[in-house]
């Protein structure tokens, strides 16, 4: 005889009164595959937990942007914020797709080198270039961008050292009235320290301007500051145009446009409140047509997205571990991957959603990770159905700044593939295993021995 | 092995909808759920409730008596039953 089918007992007490005014409670549908490939299947080739990222949608992506962009301004090009995501095959797949490689260190410059793109390929942001990058960045031809005096007056004494002429930009900080304004990257705007620069670099015979950046921040829940920052950045041009008849290359609006990743604290979910791509293309092409300089010879604009190229092409699965009730009768669930692979869980509540057909019964429920430390938590509250041990969850919307900010800790980190677009998985990055992280690490002799 | 006293005058609905008197609360039960609270109000105990889980449902041991603790736990935590 056929047993009926079985699944966890659930009692859910009713509350009137406090009625959800956006209606009913959200349903969760499982993700039971991610481009056709069963997780199930992923999870028993490559163990868990693994991320996985889909090179389908992140070409998907990348040219739903890039048209929106290029239709609304004739010359654009893209490049790939190498510290959202700099897993050498997602770069590839961005750099195939025709982005440059933006950078933000010596480590990162050395790591697009090393993947083949050329020094003109490369624009080199950030604070912290230090001498021996820079010295490579000028000998490479680099983009570089100028963050502050002290690495402008570096590279006139490189350019005099090795007798090199370079191409540089410089990124401006500027008030777009959003807050925090972010005025610790770059010279300012609003009191001249911009012009400034400009002024220093234009006279100097070694050093050629060629653009202008800027980025004003992460994770922009609004398309507006967008459109100031890029009135600011043409009104820059525009000057520079008329004052020295220099005609600049690019205007670099940075990135910081969101994901749809719901930020903690935010009350409605991400995508019923951000402003579409749309709206940000908008915001950021209309002010370049206030530029002066012959219509043959606009700059081209450029853009550093990240996180809302990558963020929704990738996926952590992870396996049930346990059920727990805590001391006041919630629901917690523990789940193989923590806080050390998902730091962005800090400021994002990720979406949560689960791997296999479940129970239509769901409860409040709080989600850690697998740290012997309270602080990993992913979800404080999320309304999942029930899970049996070694049941998969999958975790949406973390392409960007995971598999980056990742730590080795308690535990080691796992598997990455990509879901390719004929329909196979391969593996991108290895598991660590003990000798991998014990190689690094020496015991000085004395402390060899001992006894217990 | 525990019995259980489940308080008195519940209604409970086919469908898993549970109106508690005493204290004006209702609450959503699942099938299972319904089913191991008539199966205590009968008086079972908790290895009959547990073997009749098994019996009917396509269960093993382990998982009903895992299952089973955590829903007394929720009962209790509800005032819904409590241990003789």
Request: with cysteine.
């Amino acid at each position: 005889m056929d047993k009926k089918r079985y699944e966890r007992p659930v009692i859910i007490k009713q509350y009137s009164g406090l009625m959800n005014k956006f209606g009913s409670s959200p349903v969760t549908k499982p993700m039971t595959e991610i481009d056709g490939i069963p997780i199930r299947r992923m999870v028993d080739e490559y163990g868990s937990p693994l991320f996985v990222f889909s090179e389908k949608k992140i070409r998907e992506n990348y040219r739903k942007m890039y048209r929106l962009f290029k239709t609304r301004y004739p010359k654009v090009q893209f490049s790939w914020s190498y510290k959202t995501n700099y897993m050498n095959a997602v770069c590839s797949v961005f750099h195939q797709e025709g982005a440059l490689a933006e950078v933000v260190s010596g480590y990162e410059y050395d790591r697009a080198r090393r993947l083949g793109v050329e020094g003109r390929n490369i624009i080199f942001n950030g604070p912290d270039k230090n001498t021996a990058s820079l010295e490579r960045a000028i000998k490479e031809s680099a983009k570089i961008h100028i963050d502050h005096f002290d690495e402008l007056f570096e590279i006139i004494e490189l350019t005099e050292k090795m007798n090199a002429d370079v191409d540089v930009a410089i990124r401006v900080n500027m008030d777009t009235g959003i807050y925090p304004k972010w005025d610790r990257f770059g010279f300012n705007y609003e009191n001249g320290e911009a012009m400034d620069a400009i002024k220093r670099i234009i006279k100097n015979p070694r050093l050629h301007l060629t653009g202008l950046h800027t980025h004003i921040g992460t994770y922009i829940m609004s398309a507006d500051p967008y459109r100031v920052a890029a009135s600011k950045l043409v009104n820059l041009a525009n000057e520079i145009y008329k004052q020295y008849n220099i005609v600049l290359d690019y205007i670099d609006m940075g990135g910081g446009i969101p994901s749809n990743n719901t930020l903690k604290g935010q009350y409605l979910q991400a995508e019923q409140i951000l402003p579409s791509l749309e709206d940000f293309a908008d915001a950021i092409t209309s002010p370049m047509f206030d530029l002066e300089m012959p219509h043959d010879e606009l700059p081209t604009l450029y853009l550093e997205n990240g996180r809302s190229l990558i963020d929704d092409a990738g996926y952590l699965i992870s396996s049930v571990i346990a059920n727990k009730r805590l001391s006041d009768g919630k629901r917690a669930v523990i789940i193989d991957a923590g806080v050390n692979y998902l730091f962005t869980s800090h400021w994002f509540n990720h979406k949560i959603v689960p791997g296999q057909q479940s129970g239509e019964f769901t409860e409040n429920s709080a989600v850690y990770g697998p740290l012997c430390m309270n602080i990993d938590c992913l979800r404080e509250n999320i309304v999942i159905p029930s899970f049996k041990k070694g049941d998969l969850v999958v975790i949406l919307y973390v392409g960007a700044y995971s598999v980056t900010q990742w730590m080795q800790f308690i535990t080691l980190r796992p598997n990455v593939i990509m879901v390719m677009e004929d329909g196979e998985t391969e593996l991108i990055r290895e598991n660590e295993n003990i000798e991998y992280i014990n190689s690094l690490e020496k015991v000085p002799e004395i402390l060899k021995n001992f006894s217990l | 092995m525990s019995n259980y006293i489940v308080s008195s005058n519940l209604a409970i609905s086919d469908s898993g909808f549970l109106f508690y008197p005493a204290t004006g609360e209702s609450f959503t039960l699942n099938q299972i759920g319904i089913f191991i609270l008539n199966k205590l109000r009968e008086g079972k105990d908790e290895n009959a409730v547990i073997q009749s889980l098994v019996d009917e449902y396509d269960v093993d041991k382990n998982t009903a008596e895992r299952d089973f603790t955590d829903f007394i736990y929720q009962l209790k935590q509800n005032n819904l039953v409590q241990e003789s």
